[in-house]
């Protein structure tokens, strides 16, 4: 996404766009967002399993633009909040492709998803599914997640797959066959298939193909033991993107391969016709089609270390002290033959803990005003971002052929006051 070569006087581009100019344009911090990268990659999914629905994770970035590219481009959308959802509504994305998660919808977002209609709806707990139940008309498509039991090896606060942790009905303990049990008690509802998610940034195509096994194992259980056939089988998403030069995009065919080759022969030797599969890609759709633009402010020595201060930080991208996320950043716009050396990139935050990168290469003579961008900032940068410190969010740039539209606006020290009501 990144266009190095095409680059002059050290500058790079985006969608055909120089980041100086966005830069001088829209000013810093600001997040940019590649189209035809996402719509390449939303494509590269759909490519990549044909036989598959492939619902797009809204929650790593959702705006009117992007959900309306990702609607255009044929695929659904995971919403899982009643403002997920209004964001999909804005842009008339049709009910029957939204799935809605949420291991705590409130009567609100519950209320919000049947009102449009959504497709289906991931119960995540009895009391819910009672909720649902009394709230809902027949047939509300439902969909059970289930905790298969899978360790997808990721950062613990995304790893979603274990038993320890607050989403799902556990496989291994009997409590997914008792929540199915509980949807099919609801006249209202008419269960049509399993979900699990096991994680996000997961690496291991091994990973998901285990999951795949496990759950085709329900089914199979639910079956024999209740002459259920569910028709849908909904893997979650969590396909690993690369922050790091160097590092090796998620083998997507690979995946495709094993997960069909797995689902294939397990409902084979179980006699199962096979389910109709869903991924949810976020991240991978849109991380590395976003890059962050910010401006350095001072670069100051500090005991062994340089400091290098931006004028953005935590409140942009928190991933780095909720997760140890790491990524690399390159200077932009101007030409230096200084060798480079490790300096740590730091925020304007009021915390020690608001490190963007530790330890990253950059030339010696880097220097206040200098122009920085960090890649595959795309996921959960936006959709993360605070006003710690009461700092306006940045703005979301989309970026194509050469074009730069404002896709959201920068938050300005009025919009930050007007729900202060003093
Ligand atoms: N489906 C479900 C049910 C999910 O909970 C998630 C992510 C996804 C799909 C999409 O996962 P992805 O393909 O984007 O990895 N804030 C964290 C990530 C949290 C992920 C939450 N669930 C981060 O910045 O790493």
């Known amino acids: 996404p990144l266009d ?17 100019r966005l830069a001088a344009q829209f000013g810093t911090p600001s997040y940019l967002i590649d189209e035809n990268e996402v719509r390449r990659r939303a494509r590269a999914y759909r490519q990549a399993m044909p036989e598959a629905e492939v ?25 899982c909040s009643a403002g997920e959802l209004a964001v999909a509504r804005a842009v008339g994305f049709p009910a029957e492709r939204i799935v809605m998660h949420g291991n705590a919808k409130t009567p609100d977002d519950l209320k919000a998803a049947i009102g449009y209609g959504v497709g289906r709806i991931v119960v995540d707990s009895l009391d819910e599914i009672d909720q649902l139940g009394s709230l809902a008309r027949y047939p509300q498509r439902v ?13 613990r606060a995304i790893a979603t797959g274990v038993e320890d942790q607050k989403f799902g009905f556990s496989l ?51 079956h024999a033991e209740h002459g259920l056939t569910l ?77 290098v201060a931006v004028d953005g930080g935590m409140s942009d991208n928190p991933r780095p002290s909720l997760y140890g996320a790491r990524y690399s950043v390159r200077l932009v716009g101007r030409h230096t033959r200084a060798p480079r050396r490790p300096v740590t990139v730091v ?8 490190v963007l990168a530790a330890d990253v290469p950059l030339p010696q003579d880097i220097r206040a005003g200098d122009l920085l961008a960090v890649p595959c900032t795309g996921a959960y940068h936006h959709s993360l971002a605070s006003n710690y410190n009461q700092v306006g969010r940045p703005p979301l740039i989309g970026v194509r052929d050469g074009v730069a ?14 729900r202060d009501l003093g």
């Not at 979900?195 to 193909?209: K, L, P, Y």
């Not at 995946?255 to 599969?277: D, K, T």
Request: net charge negative.
């Open 55 to 79: 619902a797009y994770a809204g929650k790593a970035l959702s705006c009117k633009a992007v959900v309306r590219w990702i609607d255009e481009e044929g695929l659904s959308l995971d919403v």
């Open 405 to 418: 539209t404002v896709l959201v606006r920068g938050e300005t020290e009025d919009d930050l006051l007007a």
């Open 231 to 307: 028709p849908q089988l909904d893997l979650g998403g969590g396909f690993a993107v690369p922050y790091l030069d160097g590092e090796d995009e998620f083998d997507l065919t690979g995946f495709a391969n094993r997960v069909r080759v797995a689902v294939h022969y397990e409902c084979q030797s179980h006699r199962l016709p096979v389910p109709r599969l869903t991924i949810e890609p976020g991240r991978s759709i849109v991380g590395p089609a976003g890059v962050t633009l910010y401006r350095v402010v001072n670069v100051k020595q500090g005991g062994a270390r340089t400091f």
């Open 347 to 354: 925020g304007r935050h009021c915390e020690a803990g608001d």
């Open 4 to 20: 190095t070569a095409l680059g002059h006087d050290g500058d790079l581009l985006l969608g055909g766009v120089p980041l100086t």
């Open 172 to 222: 291994a303990s009997g409590a997914a066959e008792d929540a199915v049990r509980h949807v099919l008690a609801q006249p209202s509802l008419r269960l049509v298939g399993l979900h699990c998610h096991i994680g996000s940034q997961v690496t291991r195509v091994a990973s998901f193909e285990l999951a795949a096994r496990r759950m085709v194992g329900l089914l199979a259980a639910l």
């Open 143 to 155: 969909l059970v997640r289930v905790t298969p039991g899978v360790d997808a090896r990721t950062h």
